[in-house]
């Protein structure tokens, strides 16, 4: 069965930065599309960022826009989300995901998901 096993949480200062990984089993992995997301406690589960295949097409929430970035290493079976000027308001478990075809920020679409790694962003 395919495993997502994601990496790099901790906890951090208001400005700045952390890289997360999430390494994949999937025989598939290198065409699945990717997905981050995160959950705060008392809140949904949101969108985060997502990249293609390819990592040509990338989306990102507006609330991360400009701080974060997605990117994969297929030869690696793994994806990355770079995290800079990290805010309060950054603090969730985050997780990874993957679905077969096109990235989307639907939560639901995604049919393979990690444990989650936590951030904390203290001010």
């Known amino acids: 069965q395919a495993q997502l096993i994601e990496s790099g949480g901790g906890l951090v200062q208001a400005g700045g930065s952390l890289r997360l990984s999430c390494a994949a089993s999937r025989r598939t992995f290198s065409s699945d599309a990717m997905g981050w997301f995160r959950q705060a406690p008392g809140k949904e589960r949101e969108f985060v960022a997502g990249?293609?295949?390819?990592?040509?097409?990338?989306l990102y929430a507006d609330s991360v826009k400009g701080r974060f970035t997605i990117y994969r290493d297929n030869a690696k079976d793994t994806v990355y989300l770079q995290m800079n000027s990290l805010k309060p308001e950054d603090t969730a478990v985050y997780y990874c995901?993957?679905?077969?075809?096109?990235?989307?920020?639907?939560?639901?679409?995604?049919?393979?998901w990690g444990q989650g790694t936590q951030v904390t962003v203290s001010s």
């Open positions: 990249c293609e295949w390819n990592s040509r097409a990338t």
């Open positions: 995901a993957a679905k077969r075809g096109t990235v989307t920020r639907y939560s639901g679409r995604y049919d393979t």
